[in-house]
């Protein structure tokens, strides 16, 4: 028997050139290069120029995963990005993406779910493909936080950094089970009881308040470690596989202790965890597909690997996804 299946064929990021690096931060609030350090593995971000909008840097990773597949704009009918900081309520980031890529099939929309946003969208696409839906897909995740950061705030501004990454889905006819090559499923969660320990305290169109970001970080680190294990441990069990199995851990990229905590509790060889939150901070998002874009274009990813990639942001949202590359 063969099934419809969201095959992964391209990886594409993008990164503003201009770069701030933790002594830098340190000039404008109270914090050192030793603390950000120290407490989340951050020494640098990029922050994005007034050319780098989120449409504008989707637009560059997904053109690059569609180049990276050997695809064209024809070869387009699903558009998803993951963001919370789009340009403008509406039209959505995904449909200036379309017009900007010269794709002028299918659909196009975007989806919030925070730092859990690429996780969520790369659900939605794979039930999508599974359904017949759609069957050229570029899943993107894009972020400008440096808009929505309070830079008074030392304890969030350090924290993060803008960028998007993308990924283009094409469905394919392929038998079933844990060794068939693409999306082999996805887990994802919310529990909005826990809605204001990580938020935004405006909106986009509230000109009089764009919002700024606000977060207990205490309480979301000790739900991420929590919610990560399970969701990892659903994943797995779904597919009847181990942890030995996963060749590739590619985390959201918050903090390196959450990052190091959830491959320590798969045995994963510290070698096998795709890292950029050294480099990257937290692009929420974007950040899973820009580690991914990373370790595909290095050549550490290859055909036949087994990734797991999970998230955890704002909502609470959660989720896990395991592909066969
Ligand atoms: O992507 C969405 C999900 N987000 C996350 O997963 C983030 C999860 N949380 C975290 O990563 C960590 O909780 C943080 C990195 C945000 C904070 O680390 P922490 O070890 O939990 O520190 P803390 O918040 O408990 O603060 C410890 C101390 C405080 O001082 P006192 O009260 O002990 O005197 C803070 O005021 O560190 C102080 N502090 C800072 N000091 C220097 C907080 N921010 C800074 C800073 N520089 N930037």
Redesign the pocket.
Known sequence: MTKQHAILVGVGGYLPPRILTNDELATR????DA??TE??GIRQRHIAGPEDSCVAMATKAAAAALADAGATAADVDAIIVGTSTPDEAFPATAVRVQAALGVTAGFAFDLAA??SGFVYALSVADAMIRAGQARGVLVIGAEVYSRILDWTD??TC??FGDGAGAVFLRAEHSGVGPQTRGILSTHIHADGRHGDI?YVDGAVGRPDRPGHLR?L??E??RH?VGRLSEVVGEALAANGLQQSDIDWLVP?Q??L??IDGIGKKLGMADSHVVKTVDRHA?T?AASIPLALAEAWHDGRIRRGDLVLMEA???GLTWGAALVRI
Do not use: K, P
Request: hydrophobic share 45%; charged share 15%; net charge positive.
């Open positions: 609030v109270d914090t050192s603390w950000i407490r989340t925070a730092c030392r304890g350090v924290l990580l977060m970080g205490r979301v680190f991420a959201h918050a903090n202790r959450i937290n929420s955890l942001g704002g």
